[in-house]
């Protein structure tokens, strides 16, 4: 199954898309503690105890910190490495590119815990309105949540959205260029995305007997 990150980052692509051919994406992704399952949140809860109360911290999953931190590796003992992680959300991402399998993801919603930031350099004017007229527009499971009075996009408030919460700035230095700063809800993208493709095995699943 894609990584929620990557099929995030297609769906965030392939709307921006539509202000321009996007000559160059730059991606940053913070992969939470969510992804490693049940252990690593436990990791995470036991690693935060402990360095309240001055003991030493239980590093079986990450193997370093990362309670009150933010890494760009883990230790080399951890299982999977972030570079195999790194890995798998580039070739998720290239495949659900190319293969267009975002469709029922966009309709269904994405639906905490990915915070990323995007740089999107399309050419041209923005006819359409930028990247920022068609990324967060209505439907297709994304919404700008930078509005008056709402919170920027971040791992609290997008705990069990339906939408991936974005808030888009122009890059000064690029005359086209936006950065896109996102949030949605990992978890609940996994999910949609196992019922999904659960529905399109259901046909294929063998009927009557089995010899």
């Not at 402990?50 to 590093?59: A, D, I, R, T």
């Not at 910190?65 to 080399?76: D, E, R």
């Not at 297709?140 to 700035?169: C, F, K, M, W, Y």
């Not at 122009?170 to 260029?177: F, K, L, Q, T, V």
Request: with cysteine; hydrophobic share 40%; charged share 20%.
């Amino acid at each position: 199954m894609a990584h929620p990150a990557a099929l995030a980052l297609a769906l965030l692509v392939l709307r921006a898309q539509k202000a321009g051919k996007i000559r160059r994406v730059v991606a940053t992704v913070l992969e939470p503690a969510s992804e490693h399952g049940q252990k690593g949140m436990d990791e995470l809860h036991e690693q935060t105890v402990n360095l309240l109360s001055f003991q030493e911290l239980p590093k079986t999953v990450f193997d370093t910190q990362i309670a009150f931190n933010l890494a760009a590796n883990y230790g080399p003992n951890s299982t999977p490495a972030l570079e195999t992680i790194e890995q798998r959300i580039l070739k998720h991402y290239q495949r659900n590119r190319r293969k267009g399998c975002l469709a029922a993801f966009a309709a269904a919603g994405p639906g905490a815990d990915l915070p990323r930031s995007c740089l999107l350099d399309p050419p041209g004017d923005g006819a359409t309105g930028g990247p920022g007229g068609v990324v967060a527009g209505a439907g297709g499971g994304a919404r700008h949540a930078d509005s008056p009075g709402e919170d920027s996009p971040s791992n609290v408030n997008a705990a069990g959205q339906g939408d991936i919460l974005v808030s888009l700035t122009r890059d000064e230095n690029y005359e086209n260029g936006a950065w896109i700063w996102a949030a949605v809800d990992n978890l609940r993208i996994a999910a949609a995305t196992a019922v999904e493709c659960a529905e399109t095995m259901t046909p294929t699943r063998p009927r009557g007997k089995i010899q």
